[in-house]
């Protein structure tokens, strides 16, 4: 059984490829999939961007944010490049998911760009 907020982002990742697909975004070249992860905690945080680039992964730099009631957060992505295709991107979705879970910090989606 798939743990209800991993059911939320795999429909949300089912809605963000059909919103691209409907935009007639370029389903012929690979996407670049920004994974978005934070934590309050930065210690935590810099040890899951870690954990992430010794599995292989194109880390970007923690930063520091603040969240639209005022609270800092740090956060840093993980970027990717995959092709527009829903069983790829969810698969992925579930592996940076448990990452997140694993190294006790939220995974707060991903994102792409309009590819022309």
């Known amino acids: 059984m798939i743990e209800d907020e991993l059911q939320q982002w795999l429909t949300h990742t089912e809605n963000l490829i059909a919103d691209l697909i409907a935009d007639e975004s370029n389903e ?3 996407h670049t999939i920004e994974h978005h ?3 309050a905690n930065f210690e935590l945080l810099e040890a899951a961007a870690v954990t992430a680039f010794k599995k292989g ?6 930063e520091e944010a603040e969240t639209d009631s005022g609270e800092k957060v740090f956060s840093f992505d993980i970027i990717t490049e995959q ?3 829903l069983d790829i991107i969810s698969d992925e979705t579930k592996i940076m ?5 694993q190294c006790e910090v939220d995974y707060d989606g991903w994102g792409t760009y309009f590819e022309e």
Do not use: G, I, T
């Open 37 to 39: 992860f934070s934590s």
């Open 57 to 62: 992964y194109d880390v970007e730099e923690p």
């Open 28 to 30: 012929e070249v690979d």
């Open 83 to 85: 092709p527009l295709e």
């Open 97 to 101: 998911y448990q990452l997140a879970k």
